[in-house]
């Protein structure tokens, strides 16, 4: 399932630049984050939960940035598994950004978010409505934490 | 299913100590339809299960005043067939009947339906019209929490990790008042809606105007969704069937529906409006008439 | 008139108070000594390499007995038709589909191997995936199979198509889509299997076909067939979704090897939901050329068939297909193109009606549409062009008995169609009917169509009947007993059938292409007329008159022109015992007329042929699209009813399971994903979705059939779905094109018709 | 840790020790023996396994069997004595409401309950006490007609 938008931020594109690469400072903005830890610069292990009423998932996963094109463009993918509920999950996340000027940057994104096992079988649609609403957190979060807020709301 | 084990606490103090020693993994448990096919599925594994069902004063349906007051163990079928419910607020038994298959109504209880919080839950939304409150017990004492408030997302309710749910308490019609559940399924019987609308009107007197009026969908949003645009456009006046159809067509506006392997977005969309047409509509005929 | 006692009356069947008591044992509830509990360890992924696969930790779980992955199965290929073969029991390096089977495991209980299978470690390296058959047919589309995903292409002509529609004054081009459907057989499919230190292989399974199924793994295993022992007990539910091996029972077997010890797998609901069998879905684009006054030219149908992740019945379908277009009303042109196409998702299988539900969806709501063109009476234009006894289609399909016309004159009447038709309001009436094989095909399991009985008499008169037909509920045990107590004078009560394990029963192709009652029945028939003849003579010794002036009626047989003079039939078959001689018949019945298809014509011919029209009355919500289903009627030329109360049940059932077809079912997939995994959400219809179903059966008398009789298992649920659009066209105007007939469909169509 | 659990099946009493996990359906058929009534889905949508309980239909497959402690179930296995039929299980046998069988005791089950508590139902009533059963055989045409032609009949 992709899972993609823009929204802007009040910051110039390398200030923008060294958040989006601090993945304890993304991580921060992830509302279902657990913990972190640096494998090293390129490699983390980061471990998410998400609860939806009684189902509560926890990932342990290994993310690693696959791409790095500074100041420009960020691809990350990672792999997790909940053994405790038999499923997996795996996203790659594509992110562009773009000078709109020089306080204000527009950051693209584009992920591919895949659940397999048994939670995909029995709660695919929701688990797309609550992918989509937890990205919207994330991208939320960001923007205020990168500068003040003032771009458009996704 | 993962080995649990089943503890039986004798009061609800008792309950809201043990969830509180177990937290998460904890579950309360009642008539347990619910909860044993989540755990059949392996999607909730709890260590421990309270079982309320030992615990006395929670298994009722009585008339307090101007209310009925409904127990946290009391099943569906109980409501459903109840003859007060039937004499004081009829379309609690008819929404109820809506509900699964009678094997299902005996043993489910509608404070577990609640607590499940499903989008798609046939009592969550006739509750909110019908302006009930729910009474909730834990350690911090009691409280009363109004439907609309309770779910707060998909299968996510007000509760606090140790609070349960004790009561459920509905007021009965005024004169010339009407409510109506309607539910919109692709089969005549054991089906999820893929809209439920409840709708209370009441008239100021018969034939009289608008004094009031709920509006609620269930099925369509994450939490039962309150219309309270129509319900302002309806408010203070004389409803008639063009006024109906206007407002119906409004309806959609305010919600954003889900879309899921029950139906798209866009075919609730256009259902919202025609159901919420229909329901206003048997809701009014309903106060006219003064049947529940 | 009817001079029978036992032929077309209205009984109880005979395995009735077993079940209605509880005594009757289906599989789950089977218990054999020592028996372990087999799970198995299913693809996550739509379509993935297989990098590597660990055991080891739930091999030293406690109370594990057995593990198995694909190096234990290596080498082996399943299909019903052996030489398209490409499902591996569990996969070896690839997977295919969502549920393709990867490691499994026996263990002291269902729990313990469930946690097993947690703890079996699998890489993967995920593919993309396809899961459109339209994609996947295009270049550079993604590989399912290493010879492409095209798994045949089948290409047909009879007569000169193309001269046809020239000379056509009408050329009606249109596309129809039909989906996944699931058998939902109540019972889950499921295993018993024990390969035993004597080397024999017992196989307890929920089967449709006990004796092809034993040869199938005979030939698989490379066994000798008398060491395989397969036990088809009481069934809930087949429908064509036990027509072939599925992977769990070897997976069962290379399990039961390990532990030495018998392995009993059941499918979850899950399971059964996103690994089962399903009906193909196909994309079919139907041409059809006419003159002004309805007589029909030619055709020319094109179907992609949705073939799933593996080969099943897909290609034997699609090719029925091609038979099934040229047959079904008067048609001296035909041209037949079809693909079967791999794609991600879960494979097909056979299923009430074999191909013939999706391709009379397309023909018959052609013929609504056709004449509504013409301004004719759709009634009209299908009597114009019916099928008639004598008839050779341009295939050369030779019409023994029909009554189709008498079908569609009697739905008409009976619905109300005069009254009805085009009237106003949002209530319409539809009619389709049907033509399809009544006594099976030569298409499977060599070249025979064969049904052999046992019949052996007992001192009191009493018989056990041993068949190898497979009661699978649609009341065969039932029909042979009938004839066989028919034939030897006897009542229902003193016949005990044998049916289902493969060590005491005769050859028999199974429960299949409507073919009970017409082959096995046959057979039944001529197993009994075999013993009477012996009954007689001994008979004839008593009472001292010839075997011709005997009659076998009411337990005794007796002196035609002096019925006084008699022997109870249990004192005969005493006379006959003491004498030293054993009062047994036999009976095997091939079908004479037919062959293997031709490579070239694809015709091998077909036994008997049965008919059907239903007429179907429906009131749509306009705002809603919700259909209501208001009467609906289904007559059958059945030949002649062996037991009416059998055959309304196969009516009613198949009529309530069609429009499930027409109007809810249906998997939907999101990336391969099944959504609906479960009645919830996949909608079967329940009780009160149910109209009361109007069966009418009439009675052609088939030449070849026992007492007249041709099968009727599978034409109940053939016409459904076109009647129903039909219906739904009548009285909304409009045309629904794609399976199921969704409230969303109807109202999306009605707003762009404004 | 097992419990223990007295309860009365089709009259007769039993005291179990039972795992807090498993089903009333589990322990009816694997440690009673009592397979009449069948797994079907296991989620409670099919009605294979309805079985009586203090007087109600339930699906078993949902239940947990603790909840049976000192209560009463019947299961179809209850229904006959010796040779003699329930009038329901005849009407089942008699009207060709039985194919393959396998939801025949869950529907018959049903039916029970719902004549107990209402000796002459309509037909919709009938229809909304079998909403939760389901057949795939049948069309339902045939049950519906046996279970109204015992709400015909005087005696029951």
Redesign the interface.
Known sequence: MIIDGEFRVDAPIQQAWDFLTDMQKVASCVPSFEKIEVLNDQSFAITVSQKVGPIAVTFETQTHFTEVIPPNRLVASGRGKDTKMGSSFELTNEIDLLPVSEKETLVRYKADVKINGRLASVGKSLIKIVAKREVGKVVELIQEKIGGFSGEKV | MKRFEILDPNSIEETCELLARYGEEAKVYAGGTALVKLMKKRLVHPSFLLDLKGIQGLHFIREEEDRLTIGALSTLREIETSPLVRQRIGVLGEMIHTIGSVQIRNVGTLAGNLCLADPASDPAPLLIALRANLKVAGSGGKRTIPPEEFFSDFYETALLPEEILEAIEIPFLPQHSGAVYLKHTMREAFDLGVVGVAVRLDLERKDGMCSDVRIVLGGVTSTPARLQKVEALLKGKWIDESLIARVAMTASGEVDPIQDVRASAEYRREMIEVFVERGIKNALERAKGGVS | MDEYSVIGKRLPRIDAIEKATGTAKYLGDLKIPGMLYGKILRSPYAHAKILRVDTSKAESLKGVRAVVTGKDTQGLLLCVIPHLANKTPLAEDRVRFIGDEIAAVAADSEEIAEEALDLIEVEYEELPGVFDPLEAMKPGAVKIHEKGNVAIHISRAYGDVDKAFQESDYVFEDRFETQAQLHCCLEPHGCIVHFDRLGTLTVWITTQVPHPYRKMLADLLKMPMNKVRVIKVFMGGGFGGRFEMDPMEIIAYFLSRKAERPVRIINTQDEQFTTGRTRYPMVINIKTGVKKDGTMLAREVKVVTDNGAYNSHGITITMGVGTKCTYLWSLPNVRYEADVVFTNKVYGGAFRGYGNPQITFAIESQMDMISEKLGMDVKDLCLKNANYGGQVTCMGHKVTSCALKDCIEKAAETVGWKEKRRTQGDRGVGMASLMHTGGGVRLLFGDCNLSDVFIKMNNDGTIDLASGMAEIGQGSDTALAQIAAEELGIKVSDVNVITGDTWTTPQCLGAWGSRELFVAGNAAKKAALDLKQKLLEEASRMLGVGVEELVAKDRKVSVRANPEKSASIAQVATACYNRGRILAGRGCYDDPTTYIPDANTGYGGVPTYAFGTHAIEVEVDRKTGRVKVLNYVAVHDVGKVINPLLAEGQIEGAGLQGLGYALSEGLAWEEGIVLNPNFQDYRIFYINDTPRIKSVMIESGDPDGPYGAKGLGEPGMVPTAAAIANAIYDAVGVRIKSLPITPEKILMALKEKG | ?K?QLELKVNGLGYSLEV???R?LLEVI?DDLG???????????????C?VI?DG????SC???A??ARGKEVW???G??RGQA?HLL?QA?????A????????GM?M?SK??LDENPRPSEQEV??????????????????EAVLSVTNTEKR
């Open positions: 840790m419990r795992d807090p996990h089903t058929r009592l397979t009449g009534t069948k797994l079907g889905c296991g989620g409670g949508e099919c009605g294979a309805t309980l109600k239909a339930v699906k949902l239940m947990l603790l909840d299961t179809i296995e229904l006959s039929l299980q089942f046998v008699e009207r060709g039985i194919q393959c069988g396998f939801c025949t005791s018959i049903a309950a719902l229809k909304d006490s079998l909403a939760g059963n389901l057949c795939r055989c049948t069309g339902y045409v045939k049950i519906i």
